[in-house]
Structures are given as structure tokens and as C-alpha cells.
């Protein structure tokens, strides 16, 4: 039996499995309950014999902005906290690179932080010309470790990854299309279609041809994330015990600019 969603809304039709990230009026930023049962459901979805074809989107006029501010603060106040994600932060990645089934990102808007990495895990990468890419954790005094320092490398070399990464800046749809990082690039009016027919030609395609040569394409995709997310996760939990990741979370609740001392 699938669990009763509070944060995700998964929908089913013609073969296709819609999971919407359902916080649109904070932006579908990920808080506790989300970052918990996106651990889970995509290996539910994995296992459902009546699914071959997966879209991940967002509602309303963001694909995922990032982490929640109350749920970072919560971190911040109680560090051990922290530790107790670190699992479903590794769930998340690998469950997406192990899904055999092909993923089609919808990115409806912002896909920021874990949303990045969410867009990053999927095989096609469908953007809305307004939207923006990017993983700014270290503008909150965090390590990226949720997996876009895993991936971006793989996509766009090394030296524009650690740009990216080092940084935190945020890429427009086309740059990052540009970069290799979005597959296509529409109007907002026409994202439903072109997301429609990626679909339905992988709907109606040879299903086992497709899914294995998902399998062996993302097979070192697979070992990269399982070699090093420990470390990374490893790494975020230690930056969220500093005391610029206090000052950057503070900082956006006050709405200010931090003030790193690098300690």
C-alpha cells in the first residue's frame, strides 16, 4: 500500500506517474515531512508495475527553491538534528539513480539547492525560460553535499563545477541549457507539451531497451553517489554546526546580508 502523502501529490495516467512537490506557497521548499518522503517515494514508484515513465515537478510558479528556513533554523538550535537526514539525503540521490524507470524533470521555475540536485537525478530536464538553476549552499555557510558536487562535475567538467559550487551563483534556464545541464528550454505556455510528448514517446517506446540503457548509462552515475555521499553528507553535517551557517540562517530571517567570519 502507498503512503498518504502530506508534502507530494503522486498522480497516475496512461503509464505515466506525475509527483508534484505540493508546498507552492513556500516555493516547494523542502522541510522535514518532504525531505522524508521523497527518501521513500521513488523507490515505491520504482516497484509499481502499472508506472514506466516519471515526471517530477513543482506547483505553483517554483519547481523547489531550496531548504526551509524554520527547518534550517531547527537544525541550527538542535545540531544533532542533522544527523538524522543524513540517510534519507543519500535515499533521495540514489533512489532517482537507481529508479529504472526514465524521469522527466518538469522544472516549472527556481530549481535551487536540493531542487537542483532533484532536477540533476532525472534523465531529460524540461525549464520554463524564466527559471534559474544553481546550488547555493555555501552562501548559507553550508556544504553542497545532497549531491550536485557528486553530479554537476559529471555534466559540466570540473572547473565549471567548482565555479558553480564555490560560488553558489544561479544560472538562468539558457545559461545553464548552454552548459549542458537542462535539455530544453521552452515558454512557460509550452512546457506542458513538450514535457507531454517526451513522455509519451518514452511511454510508447520499447520499455526494456529503454531501461536498461538508463541502467548502464547511470551505472557510474550510481557509483560515484554511493562512494561519495557518506562524505559529503559527512561534511554538510560539520558546516551546519559553524557559525557562519548560524549567521547565514539568521541572516535570511532578518532579511540582511551575512556576515561570514569563517568560523
Known amino acids: 500500500m502507498s503512503p498518504q502523502y502530506k508534502t507530494l501529490l503522486i498522480e497516475s495516467r496512461d503509464r505515466v506517474a506525475t509527483v508534484t512537490l505540493n508546498r507552492p506557497e513556500k516555493l516547494n521548499i523542502v522541510d522535514g515531512p518532504m525531505h522524508t518522503e521523497l ?8 516497484a509499481d508495475t502499472e508506472v514506466d515513465v516519471v515526471i517530477l515537478t513543482g506547483a505553483g510558479r517554483a519547481f523547489c527553491a ?4 524554520a527547518w534550517l533554523q531547527s537544525m541550527v538550535d538542535n545540531p544533532s538534528a542533522f544527523l538524522g537526514i543524513i540517510e534519507e539525503a543519500k535515499a533521495i540521490v540514489l533512489s532517482l539513480l537507481e529508479m529504472p524507470k526514465p524521469v522527466i524533470c518538469r522544472m516549472n521555475g527556481d530549481a535551487v539547492g536540493l531542487g537542483a540536485t532533484l532536477a540533476l537525478c532525472c534523465d531529460v530536464i524540461v525549464a520554463q525560460d524564466a527559471a534559474r538553476f544553481g546550488d547555493p549552499h555555501v552562501r548559507v555557510g553550508l556544504v553542497a553535499g545532497d549531491g550536485a558536487a557528486v553530479l554537476l562535475p559529471q555534466i559540466v567538467g570540473f572547473m565549471r563545477a ?4 564555490l560560488l553558489g551563483d544561479l544560472l538562468s534556464a539558457e545559461e545553464a541549457r548552454a552548459m549542458g545541464i537542462i535539455n530544453h528550454v521552452v515558454p512557460v505556455e509550452e512546457l506542458d507539451a513538450k514535457v507531454a510528448l517526451l513522455a509519451g514517446r518514452l511511454r510508447n517506446g520499447a ?14 552515475l550510481r557509483k560515484l553517489a554511493s562512494e561519495q555521499m557518506d562524505m559529503l553528507m559527512a561534511y554538510e553535517a560539520l558546516s551546519a554546526r559553524t557559525r557562519d551557517h548560524a549567521e547565514a540562517v539568521a541572516a535570511m530571517a532578518e532579511r540582511r546580508k551575512p556576515s561570514f567570519t569563517g568560523s
Not at 531550496?66 to 528556513?69: A, F, Q
Not at 567548482?162 to 559550487?165: A, C, D, M, P, Q
Not at 520499455?207 to 551505472?219: C, E, L, P, Q, S
Open 39 to 46: 527518501s521513500m517515494a521513488f523507490r515505491i514508484l520504482a
Open 66 to 69: 531550496g531548504g526551509d528556513l
Open 162 to 165: 567548482k565555479e558553480l559550487l
Open 207 to 220: 520499455t526494456h531497451a529503454i531501461r536498461y540503457t538508463k541502467i548502464a548509462v547511470n551505472a557510474g
